[in-house]
């Protein structure tokens, strides 16, 4: 029986993926190195460990990894973070989940100063159970080490009682490692296709679509197994 949902955050909740691909692009571009959006856009849902090397060579990395990411998580909050504004009807979506009688987490790639904006900003903080950072992990996504954390907050709760819900392949590959079920939403930029073939069991078009049709989600399986049992 499903006993928590742990939500991504980037992209699912808050409106910022592009925004952290200019980030990156002008990180990148401080280097010497000319990315496209969309080469960087297709990377989004990993954290910094697991994105430059897609771009890096070990000894580039060597030589300036460490810079080129305290770079980009300053520019991002200096001139991109104030401008990221949550999806619609979040808390909502999270006032229903809790009124289903499941608790919830988020696990994000960001770090914590950064997820803990973003926790004010969403006006959630009082309907979380626990919430993960680049911070708590040793790898980011699609590595499961950020779902395993949150779920060690969520005591009691077994990987197949946990639902994750996120928007790009990253986050479903990471929660199927880690065991766990996952839904997908196309609000970060990544097709339906590319989501299903990660894995998503489902896959809804944004955090509104999932609040309107809640009863056809997998967030409802809870109260469809106790009905069964009746």
Avoid at 6 to 16: A, H, K
Avoid at 41 to 58: E, I, N
Avoid at 74 to 103: I, K, M, Q
Wanted: proline share 4%; net charge negative; aromatic share 6%.
């Amino acid at each position: 029986m499903l006993k928590a949902v742990i939500f991504d955050v980037d992209g699912t909740l808050v409106d910022s993926n592009d925004l952290h691909v200019e980030a990156w692009r002008e990180a990148f571009r401080g280097f010497g190195k000319e990315l496209s959006f969309e080469e960087l856009h297709r990377q989004m849902g990993k954290g910094g460990d697991q994105l430059m090397p897609v771009f890096c060579t070990a000894e580039e990395l060597g030589r300036f990894g460490v810079e080129l990411e305290r770079r980009r998580v300053d520019l991002f909050a200096s001139d991109y973070l104030p401008r990221v504004r949550p999806f619609p009807r979040v808390r909502e979506l999270f006032e229903r989940v809790r009124a289903e009688g499941l608790r919830i987490a988020l696990a994000s790639s960001a770090k914590e100063e950064e997820l803990e904006r973003h926790k004010k900003s969403l006006r959630v903080e009082d309907l979380l159970e626990t919430a993960t950072s680049a911070d708590d992990a040793e790898r980011s996504k699609p590595h499961p080490d950020i779902f395993c954390a949150a779920l060690t907050g969520l005591k009691g709760v077994a990987p197949h009682e946990a639902l994750v819900v996120g928007d790009t392949p990253y986050d479903v590959l990471a929660a199927r490692r880690a065991g766990m079920p996952a839904v997908g939403l196309l609000s970060g930029g990544f097709s339906r296709e590319v989501l299903e073939e990660a894995g998503a069991l489902q896959v809804y078009r944004d955090v509104s679509e999932l609040l309107e049709r809640f009863e056809e989600t997998p967030l409802a399986a809870r109260r469809a197994a106790a009905a069964r049992k009746v």
